[in-house]
């Protein structure tokens, strides 16, 4: 019998996925029928993307997972009718995106890009700067994503420092973890990096206090999850001097609304959420995956602890 597949997300989603997951099915061999409006009885599996008009998860009675689409599981994960297992994304094509989004911001802030780029006087000041060995990158959140970007840099010659909520050894990095250890973290963070969820525990991760541990003239990076920084507590920051220019591609609303003063503050780049976004045909065979595994019993890949909400 084949496994009844239901794509729910946002219906513009469809066209561009039904084929790179129909072709990651038949790569696995697996016998699935992929449709958007089965009846919720006969449904095995849930591909979701929490935009989708699906939200009360309850007549799913058959379906033994929701593999989410995106990396961000906050708008699902605490969904009360929600009780079977739900798989975040780690898509290997977002991570090398979000990768190069990164990295490319750490040289252009790193080399001092922006003094020649944007130079409306035509000032002949030549600064050289340091070497990537001279140079501490601190990335806040170790994941999959998190991991990738240290990686690269390391590879640059970046001495590269990094933090977690939970203890983790990744090596040629300088790992931190707990709050006595964030704080010794942002103590050497030149250029900073937030690539940790949203969740109640890391809202506002990046407060005043915080700032204030971070070296005079630091540079922030911020492709994570908006909530993760104190909007007012970066601007003031911005304005002393403590933060020297912050890159920002999340936001606690989005699209961030023209009156924000993050658009008008010289110091701050804005782009708008295009880091790393799931890459069709590498997602689908994630999710392939993860319905080979569920229907032989084998466990799910990337499933999400609900306690911690990711």
Known sequence: MPINVLFAAHVDRWETYRAPLTDAFAALDLDVQL?????????????????????????????????????????????????????????????????????????????????????????????????????????????????????????????????????????????????????????QAEILILLLPDTPATENILDAAAIAHLPKGAFVINPGRGPLIDDQALIDALNTGQIAQATLDVFRTEPLPADHPFWAHPGVTVTPHVAADTRPHTASQVIAENIRRGEIGEPFLHLVDRTSGY
Not at 127 to 144: F, H, N, S
Request: include cysteine; hydrophobic fraction near 45%.
């Open 35 to 187: 449709a958007t409006d089965f009846r919720p009885e006969d449904v095995d599996y849930i591909v979701y993307a929490p935009n989708s008009p699906l939200q009360d998860f309850a007549p799913y009675t058959r379906a033994k997972a929701v593999l989410n689409l995106w990396a961000g599981v906050e708008a699902v994960v605490n969904n009360p009718t929600l009780k079977i297992p739900l798989a975040r994304m780690v898509d290997p094509g977002m991570t090398k995106s979000m990768t190069e989004w990164v990295v490319g911001h750490v040289m252009r802030y790193h080399l001092g890009l922006d003094r020649y780029i944007v130079n409306p006087d035509h000032a002949w000041a030549p600064r050289t700067p340091p070497l990537a060995a001279q140079r501490t990158v601190c990335i806040l959140g170790m994941g999959a994503l998190g991991s990738a970007v240290a990686e690269v840099l390391l590879t640059l010659g970046f001495k590269v420092r990094g933090w977690s909520r939970r203890e983790k050894s990744i090596p040629g990095v300088a790992m931190h973890h707990g709050e006595d250890g964030l704080e010794l973290a942002l103590s």
